[in-house]
């Protein structure tokens, strides 16, 4: 499957409504604490947004409330891998991404078969505390080559003034939280983001 270039991820369907108009594509709803009936109203809103602006929704975390929803596309954290029921989101045609961070990580996703596997952070994040050191470049190219043709999505610290390098070295897909929800503009942001990323579709 080819993911596109650019992959927004956001906490909330409100920032899908305010975003995703603007010509993103790929987007993942990412929401850590909140109760189970907000959660479900949060993917609904997100996945008929996306819907009707052609792009794709994938659900960070909550494979079961996705199926419900119909979602078709969720990421799994390495946790969350280990507890979910695999057979049941293929079954339920699901695609699934996963992180990773090392090499028994690595080993680990390749084992479930997955549509993507995402490696983070290339450079320091203020996402969330990591334990793993910024990946940099030269491990965007070794994890391509592993893992080859399974698409590559580069995470963490990442700007548009970045992304040619994420991209030379092997990167097939650049995923941006923070740099542009926490910007003064992030509409601004996200076209640039969708203008640079554009060069390598």
Request: aromatic share 6%; proline share 4%; hydrophobic share 45%.
């Amino acid at each position: 499957m080819k993911l596109d270039a650019f992959y927004l991820i956001v906490d909330s369907a409100a920032w899908i409504e305010r975003l995703v108009p603007l010509g993103v594509k790929l987007v993942q709803l990412r929401i850590k604490t909140m109760d189970e009936a907000g959660l479900r109203a949060e993917i609904r809103k997100a996945k008929a947004l996306c819907a009707q602006h052609h792009c794709q929704l994938i659900v960070n975390d909550h494979w079961r409330l996705a199926i419900e929803e119909g979602c078709d596309f969720v990421h799994l954290g390495q946790e969350d891998l280990q507890t979910a029921d695999r057979s049941r989101i293929r079954v339920a045609g699901v695609r699934l991404g996963l992180s990773t961070h090392d090499d028994i990580e690595l080993e680990t996703a390749m084992a479930a078969a997955p549509d993507y596997i995402a490696l983070g952070p290339i450079y320091p994040t203020i996402l969330k505390k990591m334990k793993w050191a910024p990946q940099g470049l030269e491990r965007i190219s070794e994890w391509k080559r592993r893992l080859a043709p399974v698409p590559l999505v580069a995470i963490g610290g990442l700007n548009p003034d970045r992304l040619d390098g994420v991209f030379a070295a092997g990167a097939d897909c650049a995923a941006v939280v923070t740099d542009i929800t926490l910007n003064d503009d992030p509409e601004a942001l996200t076209r640039e983001w969708i203008e640079k990323t554009d060069r390598w579709r």
